[in-house]
């Protein structure tokens, strides 16, 4: 699914060896969508827990299961571990050209920060996005008879 799907067009670099790498990794972790004997989707993020940072390094859902909810279920499931863990932050590089990808990230609270001209094999450039977990504090205060509301984001 990943040279199809993630790789397109690309050298192949996420192997099945490149894959079990990660999941033998302490830091990070795999999930993977099945419906009966069928593969659904799958994403692999990597942690860097003494600097609160993630590091989404795959996602990927099969065409016939799209917008079916199974892409959020795999970044709800690796949120989880993220803010367990004491995750703010967590980064992503996404082809720019990928409008479908581009607007899922969005939808769930990634924003873009950076193109990077060339980053795909210097043919092809991506938009690193992150998304911060930290919770959102809201305070209200009140200054000379008017309610003020802040919100960090």
């Not at 490149?18 to 990070?28: F, L, P």
């Not at 279920?73 to 993220?82: K, V």
């Not at 995750?87 to 990928?98: D, F, K, P, Q, Y």
């Amino acid at each position: 699914m990943s040279r199809s799907l993630i790789e397109r067009g690309l050298t192949w670099r996420w192997t099945p060896q490149a894959v079990v790498s990660q999941i033998r990794d302490s830091e990070t972790a795999v999930v993977v969508a099945w419906a009966d004997d069928r593969m659904l989707g799958f994403a692999i993020m990597g942690f860097r827990f003494l600097r609160s940072e993630a590091h989404m390094l795959l996602l990927a859902v099969d065409p016939a299961a799209r917008r079916s909810g199974v892409g959020l279920a795999l970044w709800r499931w690796l949120e989880t571990i993220a803010r367990r863990g004491g995750i703010a932050r967590v980064g992503l590089e996404v082809r720019a050209e990928n409008s479908g990808g581009r607007a899922f990230y969005h939808a769930l609270g990634f924003r873009e920060v950076a193109r990077l001209r060339g980053y795909y094999e210097s043919r092809e450039d991506a938009l690193r996005m992150v998304a911060d977990l930290r919770p959102r504090r809201r305070c209200s205060c009140s200054a000379e008879g008017r309610e003020l509301r802040t919100a960090r984001g």
